[in-house]
């Protein structure tokens, strides 16, 4: 009895929504239309900007630092996947 309280009361603090819940939400409906390929063509695009930069004689600094946006982009992908993984698992439990 005393665990389907716990439960009970935990899913009545889960179903309550923050602002920044929301605000997540919201940011993470629009990040699931992107497809996953945009984001490697981006980081892919990034790392040959950043050789042709970095193999220039006057713009090294700059291809390093075109050159640093690989990761950044391909963590933005990552996180894009797992969104959309969560929401497939979630609209298969729901069913």
């Given at each position: ?8 009361n ?45 193999f ?17 982009i ?22």
């Open positions: 009895m005393e665990m389907e309280k716990a439960i009970s935990q899913k009545n603090k889960m179903s309550i929504k923050y602002p920044t819940e929301l605000a997540n939400e919201v940011i993470e409906n629009q990040t699931k239309k992107i497809p996953n390929l945009v984001f490697m063509a981006l980081a892919g695009a990034s790392i040959l900007g950043s050789a042709l930069l970095t220039s004689k006057e713009k090294k600094e700059l291809g390093n630092f075109v050159g640093l946006w690989a990761p950044t391909l963590l933005l992908g990552l996180y894009n996947k797992i969104v959309k993984v969560e929401d497939e698992l979630l609209t298969v439990v729901k069913k």
